[in-house]
Each structure stands twice: as structure tokens, then as C-alpha cells.
């Protein structure tokens, strides 16, 4: 049974930082792709962050700088080092990645960011 577990969200003041992380279960960590999403009050659910099993890396545009995904395999983990917040990344955030030999896709249940201005 695959399971993903995100912890890490909370309440942080404009300009502020956290670390998402996202624990896997389940899957063989180390060959999966591993994205972060984020979806916000009355918005559609948006792909943030990708990180290949090689550890390519890819950002959406409002990212770019201030965000760094990233992984431990030992670990079955995946990060996201947010900086730089603001109001706009106020979102549930949520892990996912789907496994390569049906495509079936995993979703955790998600932790919320909220960010004060």
C-alpha cells in the first residue's frame, strides 16, 4: 500500500520560510519522479515543484528562486524549502508521484500553508 505523508505546513509571516516534507511508503522511492502541488481557496490544484529519479529539477515560474525541491532516498523522503513567502503561496500543499509500472497515481492528504501578511 503506497502511502505519502506530508508534515511541515503552518502559519509563518510574510517573507518567511518553511520545509515541507513528504515520507513514502510503500513505492520504490528511488525510481520515481516526486512532485509537489499546491492548491489555494477557490483555485485549481497547481504543479509547483518536479524532481526526477535523477534529480532534475523543475519549477513553476512563480518559484523559481525562492523554492528548492529535493530528495533523500535513504530517507524515502522528499523536501520543499520555501523562502521568501508571501501571501500568494497560501495553499494546501500536497505531495504526489505515480508509479512506473501502471501510472497509477498517489496523492498525500496534503498540509496547509498559510502565510500572514
Not at 38 to 55: C, D, H, W, Y
Not at 78 to 90: A, H, I, K, R, V
Request: net charge positive; charged share 15%.
Amino acid at each position: 500500500q503506497v502511502q505519502l505523508v506530508e508534515s511541515g505546513g503552518g502559519l509563518v509571516q510574510f517573507g518567511g520560510s518553511l520545509r515541507l516534507s513528504c515520507a513514502a511508503s510503500g513505492i520504490i522511492f528511488n525510481i520515481v519522479a516526486m512532485d509537489w502541488y499546491r492548491q489555494a481557496p477557490g483555485k485549481q490544484r497547481e504543479l509547483v515543484a518536479t524532481i526526477t529519479s535523477g534529480g532534475t529539477t523543475n519549477y513553476v515560474d512563480s518559484a523559481k528562486g525562492r523554492f528548492t525541491i529535493s530528495r533523500d532516498n535513504a530517507k524515502n523522503t522528499m523536501y520543499l524549502q520555501m523562502n521568501s513567502l508571501g501571501p500568494e503561496d497560501t495553499a494546501v500543499y500536497y505531495c504526489h508521484t505515480r508509479r512506473r509500472w501502471d501510472g497509477i497515481e498517489f496523492w498525500g492528504q496534503g498540509t496547509q500553508v498559510t502565510v500572514s501578511s
